[in-house]
């Protein structure tokens, strides 16, 4: 079965850092491209990072390039998020999804059940 | 960046009904075109990919049309689990975008 587990959300403060990760198993990790999609408090969905499944393309949304820094850990069947400058607007869900296999930018076909980030003073 | 604008913000409908759900991109994605489910407090979940495709384990009764910039979602008879939000996402240029929602309610 195919699981993905995040982890390292909670309380920040403005200007702090913060480091997700995402956990997976079931499937063959190194095979698959992983994206961060977040959504802030009753709002919808926002493309925040994806990673290809060697690591060596890396795209960002712009509302947090240079801020945030998306990794993998093939070995340990890990994504990373680490997030630094943080503003109140990066409030929000965050899950990790994975793409459908395949060549270019494509759907997710699973998605993790989210850790909360929660930037406030 | 491609705007996603999905109309209407919320729909009512009986069960048993039909409900279409539209979505507009601001410049062609091709059929690099996505639709996703997500009900309170749960990830979103893939119905429909390539504009027409259903996922692994999706009803019949979800139906994906389009291509360009106009899109469709039809859920041909409701049942009861199809009351949720519904996102489309294109994935055809970077960065990827989602539209606002559509909220599906009973009437």
């Known amino acids: 079965e195919v699981q993905l587990v995040e982890s390292g959300g909670g309380l920040v403060k403005p200007g702090g850092s913060l480091r997700l990760s995402c956990a997976a198993s079931?499937?063959?990790?190194?095979?698959?491209?992983i994206n961060w999609v977040r959504q802030a408090p009753g709002t919808g969905l926002e493309w925040v990072s994806a990673i290809s499944s060697s690591g060596d393309s890396i795209s960002y949304a712009d509302s947090v390039k240079g801020r945030f820094t998306i990794s993998r850990d093939n070995a340990k069947n890990s994504l990373y998020l680490q997030m630094d400058s943080l503003r109140a607007e990066d409030t929000a869900v965050y899950y990790c999804?994975?793409?459908?296999f395949g060549s270019g930018a494509r759907p997710y076909d699973y998605w993790g059940q989210g850790t909360l980030v929660t930037v406030s003073s | 960046e491609i705007v996603m604008t999905q109309s209407p913000a919320t729909l009512s409908v009986s069960p048993g009904e039909r409900a279409t759900l539209s979505c507009r991109a601001s410049?062609?994605?091709?059929?690099?075109l996505a639709w996703y489910q997500q009900k309170p407090g749960q990830a979103p979940r893939l119905l429909i990919y390539?504009?027409?495709t259903r996922a692994t384990g999706i009803p019949a009764r979800f139906s994906g049309r389009g291509s360009g910039t106009e899109f469709t979602l039809t859920i041909s008879s409701l049942q009861s689990e199809d009351f949720a939000v519904y996102y489309c996402q294109q994935y055809n240029n970077w960065p990827l975008t989602f539209g606002g929602g559509t909220k599906v309610e009973i009437k």
């Open positions: 410049q062609s994605v091709s059929s690099n």
């Open positions: 079931g499937f063959t990790f190194s095979s698959y491209s």
């Open positions: 390539d504009a027409s």
């Open positions: 999804a994975r793409e459908l």
